[in-house]
Every structure is written in C-alpha cells, then in structure tokens.
DNA sequence: TACTTAACCCAGCAAAATAGTCAACTATTA
DNA sequence: TAATAGTTGACTATTTTGCTGGGTTAAGTA
C-alpha cells in the first residue's frame, strides 16, 4: 500500500485549536452530538473559526455533523483510532514544502543534503504524532508511558550517537 | 528550581529555514567561518532573511558571529550539544498561549482541562525535539555518503571562490 | 592609510496566513 | 411550521512571513 505521504509537519496555532477542539469533543461527544457553539464557548475560539476547521476536519474523515435540534459534531470513529498528526493535517494546507520537488534541479549537493536532513527530521516528527491519539491524551496515565516509550523508538531509530566529553 | 519554560512548540516555516540553516552550518564550519551568503545560496533562503535569523540565534548563544574578510559564523557550541528545540525556540517568537495563564480565569473545568492535555502534549513535543541535536541528523548513514561527494564539490567551490595564498 | 569583506542593524513592504464577521442557505427535529 | 444547527461563501482586519535595500561597524589586506 502506498501513500502520498504529507511529511512536513507544521504545528501552528492553527494546529493547536485544531488539536483543543478534538479533545473536547472527544471529551463530551460520548453521550450525543456537540455543538460548536458550546466547544467555543469552553475553549474560547470564535464560532466562525470553529466551522472552518470542522469543514475540514469532517472532509477528512475525521467527524460528522449532524443537523438538527439535539445536532451537532460526533466522532467518526473512536478516540483511540484519531492520532495528532492527522488532526493537524486535516487543517493545515499541504504546502509542498520541496523546492527540487523530489530531485530534478538540485544539481548542488549540499542543499539537497540538508533538505534531506530536514525531511527526515519531518517524518520523525510525524511519525511521532502519529503514534498519539486522542484516546491516548484522555487518559493521562498512559500518556507518559507511551511518550516514553515512543522516545525511545525514535531515538533508536535515528542511530543517536552521543559523545561523552 | 523553577523554570519558566517554553513549553509551546511551533513548528514553523520559520522555524525550518532555521534548521536547514544551522545543519547547514554545522556541516560547513567544521574547518572555518561559513557566511551567510554561502548559505543563502546553498539553501536558496534570501540573505537578509538568514540575517534575520542568525540575529536570533546568536542572541541565543548558539552561534558567533566573526566579521572581517574570512569571517562569516561558527557553532558556539558542539553539534551534539545543540539541538532541535532550541533552535526552533530562538527564532520563534515566545507567544505565551496560556489563555488562563496558570490558573485564575478558567473556572468551568473543561476548558482547563483540554488546554492542560494540549500543554502536556506540547511538552512531550519539545522533550523530543530536545532529544535530538545536529549531530544527531548530520551522523545518520546516508548523509556520511552525500557528504564524502560533496566535500569535494566543496573543496571546489572554496578554492574557486578564495584563491589559494 | 585605503580598500574590501562580512557581520550587524534598521526601516519598510508585499504577500500570505491567521482569526474572525456576516449573511444566506439546508437538513433535521419538535 | 418554527427552531435548531450544520453548511457555505464572501469579505475584513490583523499578524506573520519573507524579502529588498539602505546603512554602520569590525576585521582583515594591499
């Protein structure tokens, strides 16, 4: 299976609204709809902005809005199976990020090298997120355990060699 | 000990040309001063930008600035001994993002809630950033081979540039 | 000393992103 | 039918981004 993959992380404020308004819902959603009117009223964000980034989070996938008295936003599916990274894509543009899109005109080394340098750091970065959902942040306890469990993989993952001095 | 510390992290554009900028760095001025429009041209970020950011980031401490004909900037410190985070922080503005800084105004509990998991996700963020330093990226197996290739291109360059006393 | 180099500093500026307002719609429920 | 609440789009203000261009200052070189 392949997939395009979005490698460049950005984590903005926009991110982060993005991020405080899916743990609210995740948080309250579990016995019926909530409504963005109540999510901005709790986390402080305008209404209006609320529905741009439910637009795009409900494109992706990720809720479903339900009209109607009683109405409004419910995971699509469980809290576990939501992690951050793709909330963040979700209302982050793609912004291709690749100035040689994949190889073409970096005929001089070095900014290929470094670019190379920073993807990686990218995916890391990615992979990272990936590995936390909502279910996870919910529940404090294990948070800490997975962070760290996840530190480590990817610390390993790079080959850290640290010289003592 | 308290520290006031910056646990949000944006991950930025800004914050990227920074990064490519320093691995840039790290890997040019091993053996002298690399200026500012050697990696302007490297990374195609524009000069004044990276005089921008390099204002930053000495502030910071992290690197120094040496003028003069054969000048150009160094690492302050080691490449293992500076990493991702604060890189990312110096440049980026501080933007407290505590809308109830500490704890006073938020009384209804849900919405301290969501912003303290959001904080706790910020910090495990940075603490993995933290985690990973220059050298880190510049050790990684595939950079060791593009750099044996470049270093000649470099050596070119250089002796083209600087005629040799 | 005069010249060059390159860091350092600053004012401003266009484009983009951010955050939000307002208004008109549609689907659902009571 | 009326109220609710999502959906959509156009439009605005503010901030950030990335850059241009003009300097000044320190350190080398002829």
Redesign the interface.
């Known amino acids: 299976m392949v997939f395009i993959e979005e490698v460049?992380?950005?984590?903005?404020?926009k991110g982060?609204y993005a991020?405080?308004a899916m743990?609210?819902l995740a948080?309250?959603s579990q016995v019926k709809p909530v409504t963005l009117t109540e999510i901005a009223a709790?986390?402080?964000i305008s209404l209006s902005y609320l529905e741009q980034l439910f637009a795009r989070l409900r494109r992706a996938g990720m809720v479903k809005g339900v009209r109607g008295p009683g109405g409004g936003y419910k995971l699509c599916r469980k809290a576990g199976e939501i992690n951050?990274a793709e909330i963040i894509a979700a209302v982050d543009e793609p912004?291709d990020?690749t100035?040689c899109g994949g190889e073409g005109n970096c005929q001089?080394?070095?900014?290929?090298?470094?670019?190379?340098?920073?993807m990686?750091?990218?995916k890391?970065?990615r992979t990272?997120?990936v590995g936390?959902s909502l279910a996870d942040?919910?529940e404090?306890d294990q948070?800490q355990e997975v962070?760290k469990r996840?530190?480590y993989d990817?610390?390993q993952a790079?080959?850290?060699?640290?010289?003592p001095e």
């Open positions: 460049t992380v950005r984590l903005t404020t982060r991020v405080t743990l609210d948080f309250h709790r986390q402080t951050i912004l990020s100035k001089k080394g070095d900014a290929c090298l470094t670019h190379n340098l920073w990686g750091l990218s890391q970065i990272y997120l936390i942040l919910l404090k948070v962070a996840q530190h990817a610390q790079i080959e850290v060699c640290y010289r």
